[in-house]
């Protein structure tokens, strides 16, 4: 199915899961799931490109990812610097910004540094590369809560003035439009703590596959399904919209 462009959303968010059972279908340690994910992350970018997708923002590592062993994190860490380092240049040539959601300060100063460095080097372009790291969607909403409640304290921000446009006002990426398609891997039926204030009327999107083998195939199927989803946002077509429809 071709997908007209007015249905391609505009931002995809993806929880990209399934590495470590990739790797352990092939008696591999999970790791080598990780470094093969960070190939699916290349290909999926090109995709999104090729879509007309703007915005597509990844679920590399949580808060609670921390919590993992310890060789596991320092090989994802690992493993991520050099990603950075493989692809600055591509990002660059393809006019991509990248741009860091998370508690940055948790991760190791080396890999910060790079990712900050690229950040600068991409600032200017429009369509977004925007990676969740030491991510957690409620961490998130408490830091938009303390920013608030700062403001109110020092008297820039009166109560009343508190709402939905001030939460989202001091969220991680307020620019960014909240996603139209979330897709999540690996076939698992949860939200994991992602993006929890910018779902509230999100399109998902879950398949078995998991994130190493997800090419073009797969994401093809995630478009095709949106382009057939009625968005409503809570509210109801009208007759004329109904009809157009049919």
């Given at each position: 199915m071709e997908v007209s462009e007015h249905k391609v959303p505009r931002h995809i968010?993806?929880?990209?899961?399934?590495?470590g059972r990739w790797a352990k279908q092939r008696g591999e340690p999970r790791l080598a799931g990780h470094e093969a994910g960070s190939e699916t992350v290349r290909c999926?970018?090109?995709?999104?490109r090729d879509a007309g997708v703007r915005y597509l923002t990844l679920y590399a590592f949580s808060t609670e990812n921390w919590s993992r062993p310890q060789d596991e994190v320092a090989g994802l860490m690992a493993l991520l610097g050099t990603f950075i380092q493989t692809y600055a240049d591509d990002l660059v040539a393809r006019q991509?910004?990248?741009r860091v959601i998370g508690r940055r300060e948790d991760l190791p100063a080396a890999v910060r540094e790079?990712?900050?460095r690229v950040e600068r080097a991409t600032a200017a372009f429009e369509r977004q590369l925007i990676i969740a790291l030491s991510y957690s969607g409620r961490s998130e909403l408490v830091r938009a809560v303390r920013l608030i409640a700062a403001e109110v304290k020092a008297g820039t921000l009166a109560p009343e003035a508190i709402d939905e446009a001030a939460v989202s006002a001091r969220l991680y990426a307020p620019?960014?439009?909240?996603?139209?398609l979330i897709i999540r891997t690996s076939g698992e039926l949860r939200i994991s703590n992602f993006l929890l204030w910018q779902c509230a009327y999100s399109e998902f999107f879950v398949t078995p596959v998991l994130w190493p083998d997800f090419r073009e195939a797969a994401f093809n199927e995630a478009l095709t399904a949106y382009a057939k989803r009625d968005r409503r946002y809570g509210g109801v077509k009208s007759s004329e919209e109904q009809e157009a429809s049919l």
């Open positions: 968010a993806i929880i990209m899961d399934g590495n999926v970018l090109n995709y999104c991509v910004r990248l790079s990712l900050e620019d960014v439009p909240d996603p139209d």
